[in-house]
């Protein structure tokens, strides 16, 4: 199995998710440069956090059009999975590979720490490692993580599924005090109608050895090794 880790000018999260695949979860894993249309016969592709472009415009606005991303786009069409993790979720957005926007925080601040999700939906290639309702302790960094969509989107993404993490307790509540941006319906992540692509403001990266303080985000990673082991 392959993994295919986008770089973009303002990337600063993708040595961070190459490590976590080729040394913590043991599978092959390359960078894939923003302006090539290659990637390398990857399996599955990460679009990493940080800043692409500087942010400039709004997240993920120049991104959109790196080369990278037209071939991103048809690998999702054909069914390859797609991660988007913090501005990869931006940029898939952005992208029209998930509906929906990330605007900026409530209260304007960046939020920095470890945030509790509770995972909703356990059948994606994403999450097939977890369990039902099971919270998880991952941690957020983001100005712009607050999740916004039409009433019509939001309908369509509860009654579908779609909705993956939602922020809550400890306990695995869904309350307002427990939401760190205010985003809607507290999400913390979605997918697409075909469950192949995924967009998360945690970082699973920054939760995937003990040195780090906590392996709760490898489950994400285990979940894809073991949806493309299954094929």
């Known amino acids: ?21 080729q040394h913590v979860a043991n599978q092959r894993a390359t960078f894939l440069w923003h302006e090539s249309h290659d990637l390398e016969n990857c399996d599955a592709i990460i679009v990493p956090g940080g800043f692409a472009y500087g942010d400039y415009l709004r997240t993920g606005a120049i991104a959109k059009f790196s080369p990278v991303m037209d071939s991103v786009r048809k690998f999702a069409d054909s069914g390859g999975l797609v991660l988007g993790i913090c501005n990869g979720f931006q940029i898939l957005c952005e992208s029209g590979l998930l509906p929906g926007a990330l605007l900026r925080n409530a209260g304007l ?4 720490k470890p945030v509790h999700v509770r995972v909703e939906n356990v059948a ?3 999450t097939n490692a977890c369990q039902p309702d099971e919270v998880l302790t991952i941690p957020i960094g983001h100005m712009e993580g607050n999740y916004f969509c039409d009433s019509g989107t939001l309908e369509q993404l509860q009654r579908e599924n779609n909705i993956v993490f939602r922020y809550s307790t400890a306990e695995g509540q869904i309350t307002e005090s427990a939401n760190p941006n205010g985003s809607l319906d507290n999400i913390a992540g979605i997918c697409n109608p075909g469950w192949n692509v995924l967009g998360m403001m945690p970082h699973p990266e920054r939760a995937s050895e003990p040195e780090l303080g906590g392996t709760q985000g490898l489950k994400i990673f285990e979940s894809l090794v073991g949806a493309m082991a299954s094929k």
Not at 9 to 17: I, K, Q, R, V
Not at 109 to 112: A, I
């Open 1 to 21: 199995m392959k993994f295919g880790v986008i770089i973009f000018p303002g990337s600063n999260c993708d040595h961070d998710a190459y490590w976590t695949i």
């Open 109 to 112: 601040k960046y939020v920095c």
């Open 124 to 126: 994606t290639p994403f």
